[in-house]
């Protein structure tokens, strides 16, 4: 398992470009299932939950392949198989949205059950609710959620709501199933994330018919079938917010290509408020920190809230800020496994249930910590950039999975990241 050793603390300067996004990726990735034929994607991150759920594609009976210019395609001509394996699954969750468009394509699929994960519970009652009141007939066997619809779905209204909002990949997954549904669908309560924009635009190019694309009522007119389609992820929105995040946490100043601030107002009032100036520039912004950062509170929230993806990498940053600052997480109550890890640098952090209280220090000081879940990893190396002296990451695989090669991204800009296999 590779490890990190980061030297800090450094000033990053630079340019840096963001990659397409993970989280809108893998649910465009599921949609190639719905039309049979060679659809191609591109500015697909190269990832290893990318890899992952194309093996889980493959399993089904897809071909993948990347071509040189790093475009992704997925032929679905072929469906031999309606399983989407525990042993594949159980390693992303994402697995989850091969159920709504398997379902909508062979009348029937089984996928096992993601189990929780290192941010706490992550139930998919709500996925399964609105699929059943798209006439599929679901149970659960030996782990499995299996759904069966042999004579096809047929569109209804359906609240999507949860007890911490709307569930993206619920939507996702309600959304792809209702494209080739009889009649009309109307999702209320859908997501409004970017990333279930970039999904409906792909889903429309497909020949679906979707509209509300962005708000939180989907209406869906039924099609009786899509086709293959050449599509564009958008850039990532929360790799853009960790960078900028870095940039803060180092006094520094970066550049960032490729990058919506419209998808990020948020995260940028957020900045602003405490002392850090985002400036748009020509596609993407320039992010600078000059001066102390003021203390602050954020809760996070569905979109367009305060991500809960960003949260640990602010956390960070309200670590080093000249005062109080209060975090609420309200999306995954238990996402604070980077909390104990960051007290271990000497940032004053104490969790009262879903809130930490952040007391601001002067510095953070390096030492050995451990990786636990993606974001959580993100925030320790955005912690070790700005700590004195070297800090060693255990089990940066977790980091691996949602940023591409991001310690050469980081070392280009100024950083001291050598990553060791262990
Ligand atoms: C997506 O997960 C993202 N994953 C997560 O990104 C992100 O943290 C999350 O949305 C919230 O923005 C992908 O897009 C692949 P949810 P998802 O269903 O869809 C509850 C990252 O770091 N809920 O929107 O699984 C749930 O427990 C990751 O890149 C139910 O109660 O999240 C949570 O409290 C990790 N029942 C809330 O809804 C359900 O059936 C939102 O979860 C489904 C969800």
Redesign the pocket.
């Known amino acids: 398992m590779d490890v990190f050793h980061i030297e800090g603390p450094v000033q990053l300067n630079g340019s840096v470009r963001i990659n397409g996004s993970?989280?809108a990726s893998?649910?465009t990735m599921a949609a190639a299932i719905l039309a049979a034929g060679k659809s191609t994607l591109k500015s697909v991150p190269n990832l290893s939950d990318i890899s992952v759920f194309g093996e889980l594609l493959s399993s089904l009976g897809c071909t993948i392949e990347r071509n040189d210019s790093g475009d992704l395609s997925i032929d679905s001509s072929v469906i031999e198989n309606t399983v989407g394996e525990y042993e594949i699954v159980s390693r992303m969750?994402?697995g989850?949205c091969i159920l709504g468009p398997l379902l909508a394509r062979c009348g029937k699929v089984s996928v096992s059950m993601p189990g929780g994960c290192a941010?706490?519970?992550?139930?998919?009652?709500?996925?399964?609710r609105g699929l059943r009141q798209l006439g599929a007939k679901i149970h659960l066997e030996n782990g499995y959620i299996v759904a069966e619809a042999p004579h096809g779905l047929k569109g209804d209204d359906i609240f999507l709501g949860?007890?911490?909002?709307?569930?993206?990949?619920?939507t996702?997954n309600v959304l792809m199933a209702a494209t080739l549904a009889k009649g009309k669908t109307t999702i209320e309560s859908a997501?409004c994330?970017p990333?279930i924009s970039d999904l409906a635009n792909c889903l429309n190019k497909m020949g679906a018919k979707i509209s509300g694309i962005g708000s939180p009522r989907l209406i869906i007119e039924g099609v009786k079938q899509l086709h293959p389609v050449e599509f564009e992820v958008g850039p990532d929105r929360?790799e853009a917010g960790t960078f900028m995040a870095a940039a803060a946490v180092t006094s520094g100043e970066l550049k960032l290509e490729n990058c919506r601030l419209e998808e990020m107002m948020a995260v940028v009032d957020k900045l602003r408020s405490i002392g850090v100036t985002v400036e748009a520039a020509n596609g993407g912004c320039v992010v600078t920190r000059n001066g102390l950062v003021k203390p602050s509170d954020f809760t996070t929230q569905?979109?367009p809230g305060f991500?809960?993806?960003l949260q640990a990498q602010f956390m960070v940053l309200l670590s080093l800020a000249k005062g109080n600052s209060v975090v609420t997480e309200k999306?995954?109550p238990d996402r604070f496994m980077h909390v104990a890890e960051l007290n271990r640098m000497a940032a004053n952090l104490r969790k009262e249930g879903p809130v930490v209280i952040i007391a601001g220090v002067k510095k953070l000081i390096a030492a050995p910590v451990m990786a636990s879940?993606?974001?959580a990893s993100a925030a320790l190396v955005l912690a070790g950039l700005a700590a004195k002296g070297t800090t060693v990451i255990q089990r940066v695989y977790h980091i691996d999975r949602?940023y591409e090669k991001i310690e050469k991204r980081l070392n280009a800009v100024g950083a001291k990241i050598i990553r060791k296999s262990g």
């Open positions: 993970k989280n893998l649910p969750r994402a989850i941010i706490g519970d992550r139930p998919v009652d709500i996925h399964i949860g007890p911490f909002g709307s569930t993206v990949l619920g996702a997501a994330e990333e929360i569905p979109y991500p809960t993806d999306i995954f879940d993606l974001r949602g």
